[in-house]
């Protein structure tokens, strides 16, 4: 399978290096690595939702680890990507109560609606719809994330909404 390699501009800006040094403070010297997690959101959060090899490289620079170590973990956890990704990335969960309630379909649905398929973004850069584990929101299945967000107990008529919303710009994707 052929790897494709995306480019990415890396802009560690001094904002986003003291809230990284700041978060690593939080960590004994010799326990630095601890930090990956949440600076791996800072940086993600701040270069358009995703993370290029050369910016994990850096991430293991600041941090003083491997960068195999960095690969490691942003290759496990569904929340880091490795690609640009849409605006509006549709998290679907697609674990066994979802999947009961309907999830499958719904992933279906709304790749139609938005003329892509599990994991294309759409042409305009808006939306990309990709299915992840589960969330822990299982009562209120079928879900999904969007941003920092869950939406719950999903249908086709609320699926169509959120379409509308997001390119209204009326959908906040962070609580920061």
Not at 39 to 58: F, G, I, R, Y
Not at 75 to 83: A, I, L
Not at 143 to 157: A, I, N, P, S, V
């Amino acid at each position: 399978m052929e790897r494709t390699h995306y480019k990415q501009e890396i802009n560690m800006t001094e904002t986003l290096m003291t809230r990284i040094n700041e978060l690593i403070s939080h960590y004994p010297e010799d326990k630095r690595k601890s930090a990956l997690l949440p600076v791996l959101h800072e940086v993600q959060d701040a270069h358009d939702n995703w993370l290029s090899t050369e910016l994990m490289d850096k991430v293991a620079e600041i941090i003083q680890i491997l960068p195999i170590e960095v690969y490691e973990v942003v290759s496990f956890y569904s929340m880091y990507n490795q690609k640009p990704v849409g605006k509006f990335l549709f998290e679907f969960c697609q674990t066994s109560p979802c999947c009961l309630n309907g999830t499958e379909d719904l992933m279906d649905y709304t790749c139609e609606k938005l003329g892509v398929k599990m994991g294309e973004t759409t042409a305009d850069g808006l939306f990309e719809v990709k299915g992840v584990e589960c969330l822990g929101a299982c009562g209120y299945a079928p879900m999904m994330q969007l941003g920092d967000f869950y939406k719950e107990h999903l249908t086709q008529e609320k699926i169509d909404q959120l379409i509308v919303d997001c390119r209204d710009n009326k959908i906040i994707l962070h609580d920061k």
